[in-house]
Structures are given as structure tokens and as C-alpha cells.
């Protein structure tokens, strides 16, 4: 993060609209790890791999979202997880998602 600069999450009217602690300082980054027994102690497969295609399965409704603006989470990251994922029998899009919600 640029010096100076806060973090969203930081910003008194975000805490108030997400019933966030007021008193809690929120970063972007931070020297702990955050993952419950080390990032390294994971080894579940993404969720791109099985829970959201069987969601996508089962239910037949599932909207995947991002903010368009978001500087964390781009995009074109989300369409390529996607498009390399199997649902409904086949591997990714089968025509380029340009309908609006």
C-alpha cells in the first residue's frame, strides 16, 4: 500500500456499513499468517476444483461477482478460473459471457 494511504476496510462509515468492530484497525497486508495451522499446512485443492462446479451443478444458479474496480481481485483472473473449470459436463465457457446480469 502507498504510504499514507488506508485501507477501505479502515474507514469508519465501511466499519458502520459492514457492522464491523469500530475500535479494530484493518490492514491489507499483515507479517502474521492468517491461515489457521500455516498457508503451508493446507494442501485442499482450490475451490475451482470441485465445490464450485458442484455447486454450479447442483444448483443451476450461481453467480460469480467481483468488484470491476477491484485492484486485488482483477477480472481477467476470475474469467480464466472459470474458464478452466468443468461444469455441466464441459470445461469452461462455450461463448464469451457478454450478457448483463
Not at 486485488?72 to 474469467?79: C, R
Request: aromatic letters at 8%; proline letters at 8%.
Amino acid at each position: 500500500m502507498a504510504p499514507g494511504a488506508k485501507s477501505e476496510f479502515d474507514r469508519d462509515d465501511v466499519k458502520k456499513a459492514i457492522h464491523a468492530p469500530p475500535n479494530v484497525t484493518w490492514t491489507l497486508c499483515t507479517t502474521e499468517d492468517v491461515f489457521v495451522g500455516g498457508r503451508m499446512n493446507d494442501t485442499s485443492l482450490p475451490d475451482s476444483f470441485h465445490a464450485i462446479p458442484q455447486v454450479i451443478d447442483a444448483t443451476q444458479n450461481v453467480i460469480i461477482g467481483y468488484g470491476a474496480l477491484d485492484y486485488i481481485l482483477l477480472a481477467n483472473g476470475t474469467l480464466l478460473t472459470i474458464q478452466n473449470m468443468t461444469w455441466g459436463g464441459q470445461m469452461g465457457f462455450q461463448s464469451p459471457p457478454i450478457e448483463p446480469i
